[in-house]
């Protein structure tokens, strides 16, 4: 049985906060994105990636979720700032205010992270910020998008985006909830180094985390 917490008109169509059981779900126009339940494979997105720069890196993730990559990004001891880009305000109110704010123990309340409500493509393209990682978490995959407009993240002009906000030796980290080899050849025509790391999960295909260098 599942209940509905809140409902609200967002940037990508209806998004919904449902409970089920002990469990949170973010629903967006129908579509399943993401729940509470586990989160191993969001906090590796972070942790994987900061494991391989310096002390005191500048962090960007893409997408605010359920809060388990800020949260893994803030507990890593080579993190020095998190900038979070979410394009849904009710998303941030849900973990600034809301139930989600549980799940994470208040990470929007550390002074380290900064939240900025903009739709990632566009702030990409204006911003002149630079990272020592930057994860990728908007969607369920490069396949498999909210919306249309955000498939152009995962294609050559949206990397070459995340690239231009990379400073040397930095780590692109990207989320997916199954894996794409097409994905895999794109990043390997940008990158100098690109691993594949999967995570199993309960129940169908395992997530993916790509790290590119």
Do not use: K
Request: charged share 25%; with cysteine.
């Amino acid at each position: 049985m599942s209940e509905v917490v809140a409902e609200v008109p967002g940037v990508c169509g209806q998004l919904v906060l449902r409970r089920a059981g002990r469990a949170l779900e973010v629903i967006a126009n129908g579509t399943f994105l993401m729940d509470t339940r586990n989160g191993e494979s969001e906090r590796l997105l972070v942790t994987a990636a900061a494991d391989r720069v310096a002390p005191g890196a500048r962090v960007l993730v893409g997408g605010l979720g359920v809060g388990y990559t800020l949260r893994a990004a803030l507990d890593h001891p080579a993190t020095g700032e998190v900038v979070v880009v979410e394009r849904e305000p009710a998303v941030v109110e849900w973990n600034r205010t809301g139930p989600l704010r549980e799940v994470h123990g208040d990470a929007l309340a550390d002074p380290r992270a900064t939240v900025v409500t903009a739709d990632l493509l566009e702030w990409l393209r204006d911003t002149g910020e630079s990272f020592d990682v930057v994860c990728l978490d908007i969607d369920n995959g490069p396949m498999w998008t909210v919306t249309d407009g955000n498939a152009s993240l995962y294609e050559e002009t949206g990397l070459d985006l995340v690239a231009a906000r990379l400073r040397p030796g930095g780590v692109v980290a990207v989320w997916s909830a199954a894996d794409s080899a097409d994905f895999t050849r794109l990043l390997r025509t940008r990158f100098a180094d690109v691993r594949v790391l999967r995570v199993p999960v309960p129940r169908g295909e395992p997530d993916v985390v790509w790290l590119a260098s």
